[in-house]
Nanobody, 116 residues
């Protein structure tokens, strides 16, 4: 059974940083692309960043580019999102998902709140 568990969300001040993690189990983590998706209050899902470590590719939305960094720790089956220069617009529930473009498994999410 595929399981994804996000952690690291918190209340942080404008301009601050956070590191989100997603612990994965139930599949060969290093073989699959992984994605971070977020949902702000009252809004739809927004793709943030993705990584396909097997081919060395990373992808970022325009809002994440230059501020966020996605990586994996394949030895620990962990997906990471380092977020810097956080803005109020980054306030959202952040989810990790297995796949790229289409997803077959999601975590329960971790809340990021940026205070101004």
């Amino acid at each position: 059974e595929v399981q994804l568990a996000e952690s690291g969300g918190a209340l942080v001040q404008y301009g601050g940083s956070l590191r989100l993690s997603c612990a994965a189990s139930g599949f060969t983590f290093s073989n699959f692309p992984m994605t971070w998706v977020r949902q702000a209050p009252g809004k739809g899902l927004e793709w943030v960043s993705a990584i396909y470590s097997a081919i060395g590719k990373t992808y970022y939305s325009e809002s994440a580019k230059g501020r966020f960094s996605i990586s994996t720790n394949n030895a620990e089956n962990t997906l990471i999102l380092q977020m810097n220069s956080l803005q109020s617009e980054d306030t959202a529930m952040y989810y990790c998902a297995k796949g790229l473009g289409t997803f077959d498994s999601w975590g329960q999410g971790t809340q990021v709140t940026v205070s101004s």
